[in-house]
């Protein structure tokens, strides 16, 4: 069965909370072990304006989401920020390609935005080939970005901007 990108309903806040307890799926965000599911119940039930949740379904099984984000400064309206993660026994089969396309496709044919921005982590060599694979550069590395697992990493901070406008 074709995996179907579509926004987040509440019925997917527990498949939510399962994916992002997975290992891999942890390492690669800022999210931390042992998220209860209501944290992400009040999480995602009250998303702020302009921000988008989409997953990817499989067989009504959620192996991936997205969070979208359209700054609501006035100088920076024309851009937006995503973080997403893949279902550890889906990494690999396409999921964040579809994922990455969709709000690629939000972003540019429907939102009129011209720069999409993104934060990974220096390690995450598969997320940054991916991200590459669709235009987005690096533009800078921030050193000692955040803590996982007992020491600090570093991050790249990618952006892609619209080849259209």
Known sequence: MPV????????DISAIQQLYSCPKAQAGTLQLPLPSLSLWEKRMNHLPENTFSLVADENNVIVGQLGFHVSENQRR???????MAVHDDHVGKGVG?????????????WLNLRR???TV???????????????????????GYAFRNGRYVNAHYMARSNPSL
Do not use: Q, W
């Open 4 to 11: 179907i990108i579509r926004p987040s309903e509440p019925r």
């Open 77 to 83: 309206r024309h851009v937006g920020e995503f973080g």
């Open 121 to 143: 982590y220096c390690d995450n060599e598969a997320a940054i080939a991916l991200y590459k694979k669709f235009g987005f550069g690096v533009e800078g590395t921030a050193i």
């Open 97 to 109: 390609s579809k994922l990455v396309e969709k709000v690629i496709d939000l972003a540019d044919n």
């Open 116 to 118: 999409i921005e993104l």
